[in-house]
């Protein structure tokens, strides 16, 4: 006989293995490994006497990341792949939707504020290794940060609160930008910079849930964060 898939799986949500394993790695990619991997890349220079400098660790950290993360949500990611498939014209129509919804409320609510800080973390690492950063910021960590924050946070919470889903994504998202520089200034100041990653957060969750794949976020990540990169190189 048969075995019946349950129907939050055919759906492409989280199984309740997915979700016990994906608690324990997003807890450790948001408050962690963003700390460890320093101490970590220099005991391996220590030990093995390798020189590795910041921006191949950047690189090794997020491939190391998007490994761990295809493993743990590998089912996940099959599922939603193949909901992609079976109607790529509505993933790809929110997908464009989004992108220009994302850009016009950047602009409808943008007002004078400090500098970004990732963009200029990112600027930083680009004068040196433009190619190196381009892999993190198009492809690996939009990818990541996607099935982490919309497939993971949002899809475990959407069927108890839609409501609840996105505010929590949004917020968390949000929280991963801007926690690392409050820690690394010791100044709390940087929390009053989590707004801007709001709206982005809104609309990659927007576009998940209506299109029903996580492809639709990843695109709009990917397109958004390209178009940033070449205008941070400009």
């Not at 309740?16 to 324990?24: A, N, Y």
């Not at 993360?69 to 929110?94: G, S």
């Not at 007002?111 to 492809?139: E, Q, T």
């Not at 475990?156 to 839609?162: A, E, M, P, V, Y």
Request: aromatic residues 14%.
């Amino acid at each position: 006989m048969r075995r019946k898939v349950p129907l939050r799986t055919r759906k492409g949500s989280l199984t309740p293995g997915e979700q016990f394993t994906g608690i324990v790695f997003f807890a450790l990619y948001l408050f962690l490994l963003p700390l460890a991997a320093g101490p970590v890349f220099s005991r391996a220079e220590e030990l093995f006497g390798w020189s590795i400098d910041r921006d191949l660790q950047s690189v090794l950290y997020y491939y190391v990341v998007f490994a761990v993360t295809v493993l743990i949500f590998r089912r996940f990611l099959v599922r939603t792949t193949r909901r992609f498939a079976e109607d790529p014209h509505t993933a790809m129509k929110t997908a464009a939707v989004g992108l220009a919804a994302l850009y016009g409320l950047n602009l409808l609510f943008s007002s004078p504020a400090p500098a970004n800080l990732n963009d200029s973390a990112i600027s930083r690492h680009a004068s040196g290794a433009p190619l190196s950063m381009l892999l993190i910021v198009v492809f690996l960590a939009p990818f990541v940060e996607e099935v982490l924050f919309r497939g993971f946070v949002f899809g475990s919470l959407k069927d108890r609160s839609r409501l609840q889903a996105y505010v929590v994504s949004c917020l968390l998202f949000a929280l991963l930008h801007v926690w690392q520089f409050a820690v690394a200034r010791r100044d709390l100041s940087c929390f009053l910079r989590m707004p801007p990653y709001l709206i982005p957060g809104l609309v990659l969750a927007w576009a998940y849930d209506h299109s029903g794949t996580l492809w639709a976020s990843v695109v709009i990540h990917a397109a958004y964060n390209a178009l940033s990169y070449l205008t941070i190189l400009a």
